[in-house]
Structures are given as structure tokens and as C-alpha cells.
């Protein structure tokens, strides 16, 4: 599959990254290319792009010392994102070289996270979590298939789907006790929750409503941002930005709230395409428009409020919102969390808010989320709906997942943080949904 990635007037294709391979590349035109394509592409996961522009342009004269730290920078990135060790540690070595005397913040930030980045913590088969892992949670148990009326055979085929489809982790639990615990080699804590964020965005907002601090869905916008009380902006409520029905459009990858800094200072200063609620289009934007009017919301910035509402009393120790560099939550994609973790959201919701005993958001807020919407039969408010298979689920980039089936008392987790070659977004889903009748063989 082929892309057409622009910049700056000039244009590459490139082979995604599922197909494990990149055209040729000119080196004059790589020597041509802006400074910041690399990381443009590595945000896409054209990672062996990225590498051969990055060490295209290093090889030229003519870079100043702040530029070529950080295409040096993205060499450094691409390489560990390609799980290329050695060409890695030798182009950590030349950036840091490049660098050091440039005072360049930026690189400093990327440096640092990428020397942040801990190596897999647990792997193996099924149920292979460290010992000490288990002894620090006592909420989960594991247990044996039969014991709760799953069925051997269904849990086989399924970690053969996530093995081929390429997951870091993978979790079925049935009666709150898992069944099914596998980890890959490339499992590393923190993971993302990519956009399965939103879902968690969705609760926090019945929690809002539930404890009289956010009025209604259908509050406009207007009364938590004064700049979108005027035009098209004025009609917006929050309910459409819930819906993705906020006449918001689909962004350009390389264009879109993922490449900012400040993320609310962006979305806030969008317009409309389309008249609201005319029109279903998914827009991370309009999900991080739910940051500021949150932050409004609560009297504090939502990701304390998350943290005291909803991380602390699920137990979920290991769970944050992602804070941009203007100290802003992403309430679109990127909450912080590992694989268990991720699992209580979906146990919250298969209980309907309560864990042991407390009611942490309202009963009736899935029953909100997860209404169809006329525009989009699939999708409720954030939360997307599974009707051939009796689900509701978190979707997020590379099938990081959440599926709930209250009738069978069954949820299915996966995550995986990069893209795997030969495989194609979305493969997992489409072959899961047609095995989750198989789970279950009694009750």
C-alpha cells in the first residue's frame, strides 16, 4: 500500500509500514526536504523512512548545529522503533555529540523520553506476569478456563490472533477472574491507551454530570469557551463533540492536533466544517476540545480530577492522562497505563460503575454512551457499539481494545504500541468479532 506523504511542496511515497519496505529515496531531494520530515514521519510510523531521510540529510553539508541534532534526534527514534539495537546506540552516541553544545530543548525532551522508555517487563505465554507484579495487585485472579465456562479451544485461537496480528499484551476475563494473560517480548510499561482514551473522556464526563459540575450534554460549548459563542461555533454542544457529530472534520495526519504542542490552544481556535449535527466524522479535535471545557468543568485541571475520581478508586495505580507541554490532559488518545490497568475500565463498565462496593460513576452513564446515534449506528458517545456480536468496546489505534459483552460477562483486551509488519489496522477486530460467541460454553 502506497502513501503520498507532502512536505513543504515536496512529495515522497512511500510503502506503509505494514509492508515492511520503502522506495528508493533521491538524495538530493532528501537533502532538500525540511529538517523536521523525519520526525513528521516517524509520528506515522514510516519509520525506515524516517531513518533514511534522517541519515540522507546528516550525510550533507550545510545543516546548521541545532538542525542536524534534531535529524540526529530522529534517526535516534527511528532506529529504536525499529527495534534496530546496535544502529541505535550508535546513533544515540552521534546525537548526543551533535547536541550537547545547541541547548536545543526540544531534543533534550526527545532525548529524555526515549531514554525513559523501559525495556519489556513481562513476556511469555499465558499468565507469565512477574511475581512481583501479582503481589503488589490483589484485586486480579487467575484462573483456569474451565472453571468459569470458557472454552479452551476459543482462547487458543485467540492468542494465535493476537501473536499474528502483532499485540504487546492480551487479556480475556470472565466473572471479574482472567483466563488469559499473554504478553509479547516487546510489552514495555507504560503503554498507551491510544484513542480507547476517549472512552475513558466519556465517563469522565458522566462523573462531571453526576457530581453537579457539569451541567448537561447539551450545554453548548459557548458556556465553558467564550470564543466559541459566535457563528457555527455557538451551536456546537458537548454532546456532539461526543458524538463526532460537531461538524469538526477528519484532520490530515501531518495537520492535525497530534503534531501541536498546546493541544487546547489549537482545537479551540478550529472552525466548524459542516453545520453541527449534520454530519458523523471522526475528530480527534473535537475530543480535545472536551479538555479545556473539562478543566472549566471540574474547577481543576481534569487530569487531577481523573486521577482522585476514577484512577484512584479503580486501583488503577499505573494510569494517567497524558499532559501536553502546555500542561494541557489529551483527552482524545495517549492515557498512560498497563495492560491490567486498561482491564478495570472494562470490568467499571461490565459493572456498571461500581468496584467492590463503590459506585465510582453513575449506573446509568454506559446506558448513555452506548445508545446508537442515528448518524452512525456504530457509535454511541465515545464509546463505539458492536451490535453483531452483543458489544460494546474502546477502540484505539493498532486494535488497542476493549471489548465488553455483558450477556456472557466476558471482556477481551489487547494493546500493541507499534505498528507490526505485514499486518494492517483493523485485522484484529474484524477477526475478533466473529469469535466472541466462542468464548463462553456455559455459564
Known amino acids: 500500500m502506497r502513501r503520498l506523504v507532502s512536505f513543504g511542496g515536496s512529495s515522497l511515497i512511500v510503502v506503509s509500514a505494514t509492508a515492511g519496505a520503502v522506495l528508493a529515496f533521491a538524495g538530493s531531494l532528501a537533502a532538500q526536504l525540511p529538517v523536521d520530515t523525519a520526525m513528521k514521519l516517524n509520528r506515522v510510523g514510516q519509520w525506515v523512512a524516517a531513518s533514511s531521510i534522517a541519515r540522507e540529510q546528516l550525510s550533507k553539508p550545510g545543516l546548521s548545529g541545532t538542525d542536524r541534532c534534531r535529524v540526529a534526534v530522529s534517526l535516534t527514534y527511528a532506529e529504536h522503533r525499529l527495534s534496530r539495537t546496535a544502529e541505535a546506540t550508535v546513533a544515540l552516541r552521534t546525537t548526543d555529540s551533535l547536541c550537547a553544545a545547541t541547548g536545543d530543548s526540544s531534543s533534550v525532551r526527545e532525548l529524555r523520553a526515549l531514554r525513559d522508555e523501559k525495556p519489556a517487563v513481562v513476556s511469555g505465554g499465558a499468565g507469565a506476569v512477574t511475581s512481583a507484579v501479582r503481589a503488589a495487585d490483589t484485586f486480579w485472579q487467575l484462573t483456569t478456563a474451565e472453571s468459569v465456562g470458557v472454552s479452551p479451544t476459543a482462547l487458543k485461537a ?17 466473572h471479574d477472574k482472567i483466563v488469559q494473560e499473554w504478553y509479547s517480548s516487546r510489552y514495555a510499561e507504560p503503554m498507551m491507551a491510544m484513542s480507547s482514551t476517549k472512552s475513558v473522556t466519556g465517563l469522565l464526563i458522566t462523573m462531571l454530570r453526576a457530581d453537579g459540575k457539569l451541567h448537561g450534554l447539551d450545554d453548548t460549548v459557548c458556556r465553558y469557551i467564550a470564543s466559541w459563542c459566535t457563528g457555527v461555533r455557538g451551536l456546537v454542544t458537548i454532546r456532539q463533540l461526543m458524538s463526532m457529530t460537531s461538524g469538526l472534520p477528519m484532520q490530515r495526519a501531518d495537520s492535525s492536533v497530534g503534531f501541536v504542542a498546546d493541544k487546547d490552544r489549537f482545537v479551540i481556535g478550529l472552525v466548524p466544517k459542516e453545520s453541527p449535527g449534520t454530519t458523523w466524522a471522526y475528530s480527534n479535535e473535537g475530543a480535545q476540545l472536551l479538555s479545556p471545557i473539562l478543566d472549566a468543568a471540574a474547577g481543576e485541571p481534569i487530569q487531577a480530577y481523573a486521577a482522585k475520581r476514577l484512577f484512584g478508586p479503580a486501583g488503577m495505580r499505573n494510569t494517567s492522562l497524558h499532559i501536553d507541554q502546555a500542561g494541557h490532559a489529551w483527552t482524545y488518545a495517549g492515557m498512560y497505563t498497563t495492560a491490567r490497568d486498561f482491564a478495570r475500565i472494562g470490568v467499571l463498565a461490565l459493572h456498571r460503575g461500581n468496584w467492590l462496593g463503590t459506585q465510582v460513576f453513575p449506573e446509568h452513564a454506559l446506558d ?5 446515534q442515528p448518524l452512525n449506528s456504530h457509535y454511541g458517545l465515545l ?5 453483531e456480536a452483543h458489544a460494546y468496546a474502546t477502540h484505539g489505534h493498532l486494535d488497542t481494545d476493549i471489548h465488553v459483552l455483558p450477556a456472557l460477562d466476558l471482556i477481551v483486551v489487547r494493546m500493541q504500541s507499534k505498528p507490526y509488519p505485514g499486518v494492517r489496522e483493523g485485522e484484529y477486530e474484524r477477526a475478533l468479532l466473529p469469535m466472541l460467541g466462542t468464548f463462553v460454553v456455559s455459564q
Open 368 to 372: 448513555t454512551l452506548t445508545t446508537p
Open 158 to 174: 485467540h492468542l494465535e490472533l493476537c501473536q499474528r496480528t502483532g499485540a504487546d499484551a492480551c487479556l480475556v476475563i470472565r
Open 383 to 387: 464509546w463505539w457499539l458492536d451490535p
